[in-house]
C-alpha cells in the first residue's frame, strides 16, 4: 500500500501563496496518477487538481483554474499543488490522493490511497 504524506499548510493572508507538498513511499510512484482534494467543515469534499502519471496531463476546478498549479517529481515521488492568488473561500483541509486508473481523476472515487491531510488557512 502507498503511503502519502501531505505538508506545506498555514495560514496566510488573501493574496498570498502556498506550495503543498504529497510525499509517496512503499511502491513505484509513478504508476499512480495524483488527485488534490479539499474538505471544508460541514462541506463535501470536492476536487482541486489531477495530474497524469507521467506529468503530461492536468486537470483543475473552475474555482481553481489560473490560480493553482499541479506538478509532480517522480524522481522524488513527490507531488506539489502551487496555490496562488489565495481567497478565503479556499480555506480548507487539503488531501492528495492516488489512482491506480485514470477513467475518474475528477471524483474522489477515483482514487485508491489518501493522505492525512494538511490545514490551509486564508484569512481577509
Known amino acids: 500500500q502507498v503511503q502519502l504524506v501531505e505538508s506545506g499548510g498555514g495560514l496566510v493572508q488573501a493574496g498570498g501563496s502556498l506550495r503543498l507538498s504529497c510525499a509517496a513511499s512503499?511502491?513505484?510512484?509513478?504508476?499512480?496518477?495524483m488527485g488534490w482534494f479539499r474538505q471544508a467543515p460541514g462541506k463535501e469534499r470536492e476536487f482541486v487538481a489531477a495530474?497524469?502519471?507521467?506529468?503530461?496531463?492536468?486537470w483543475y476546478a473552475d474555482s481553481v483554474k489560473g490560480r493553482f498549479t499541479i506538478s509532480r517529481d517522480n524522481a522524488k515521488n513527490m507531488v506539489y499543488l502551487q496555490m496562488n492568488s489565495l481567497k478565503p473561500e479556499d480555506t480548507a483541509f487539503y488531501y492528495c490522493?492516488?489512482?491506480?486508473?485514470?477513467?475518474?481523476?475528477?471524483?474522489?472515487?477515483?482514487?485508491?490511497?489518501w493522505g492525512q491531510g494538511t490545514q490551509v488557512t486564508v484569512s481577509s
Open positions: 490522493a492516488g489512482a491506480l486508473t485514470s477513467r475518474l481523476l475528477t471524483t474522489a472515487r477515483g482514487y485508491d490511497y
Open positions: 512503499g511502491r513505484t510512484f509513478s504508476i499512480y496518477a
Open positions: 495530474i497524469s502519471r507521467s506529468g503530461s496531463s492536468m
